[in-house]
């Protein structure tokens, strides 16, 4: 049975830092492409980073380029997402994700995600 394990998620306060992480299998880790989806209440999940197998290229959504960094740990077969300067809108539940296909690692591709997280919830307060 895949898992994908989440942590760090937290109540913060605007302009403030937090550091998530997602911990897997070597297996999955070794072979898929992962990264974080997002959603707030009563809204659609959506496409917030990836990073490729390799580690070698990354993705970021717009609103969150300059704030928000992902990487791996090929020790710990972990992913991090490093947050800074908050802002109330990155306030959602965000989920870990594991994909063969680079391609899905967007707002439309995310019904096709192999593998998700059960989800940390992050809210930044004004």
């Known amino acids: 049975q895949v898992q994908l394990v989440e942590s760090g998620g937290g109540l913060v306060q605007a302009g403030g830092s937090l550091r998530l992480s997602c911990t897997t299998s070597e297996r999955i880790f070794e072979n898929y492409h992962m990264g974080w989806f997002r959603q707030a209440p009563g809204k659609e999940r959506k496409f917030v980073a990836a990073?490729?197998?390799?580690?070698?290229?990354?993705e970021y959504t717009d609103s969150v380029k300059g704030r928000f960094t992902i990487s791996r740990d090929g020790a710990k077969n972990t992913i991090n997402l490093q947050m800074n300067s908050l802002k109330p809108e990155d306030t959602a539940l965000y989920y870990c994700a594991a994909n063969t296909n680079w391609g899905s690692f967007d707002d439309f591709g995310l019904r096709r995600i192999d593998y998700w997280g059960q989800g940390t919830l992050v809210t930044v307060s004004s």
């Open positions: 990073i490729t197998w390799s580690g070698r290229a990354t």
